[in-house]
């Protein structure tokens, strides 16, 4: 399963595009898939490089605070790569 990220607006770029940060990352992310403005502060869920939702300062704290406390579990096995043919 693909989880989105969660990226805070650092600046508007040309176009329908926003730098945006994640972690100590920053990415180029486009705007196109959004109904609704954003502003620098502002956070997303970006998936593939897409803004997909705008998220309140609430909601992004939650999520924020949810993925901080949640642990990575295993990756599901590949039934290909145990040898299963």
Not at 10 to 24: H, I, K, M, Q, Y
Not at 25 to 38: A, C, F, G, K
Not at 43 to 56: E, I, K, Y
Not at 66 to 84: I, N, Q, W, Y
């Amino acid at each position: 399963m693909c989880l989105g990220e969660l990226c805070e607006i650092l600046e508007l770029g040309p176009g329908a595009t926003a730098v945006a940060r994640t972690d100590a990352r920053t990415q180029t992310i486009s705007l196109m898939t959004l109904d609704e403005t954003v502003a620098p502060g502002d956070w997303v869920v970006v998936h593939s490089g897409f803004a997909l939702a705008r998220l309140d300062p609430d909601e992004a704290d939650e999520a924020l605070t949810l993925r901080a406390t949640v642990p990575a579990g295993p990756a599901s096995p590949d039934p290909l790569m145990e040898g299963s043919i």
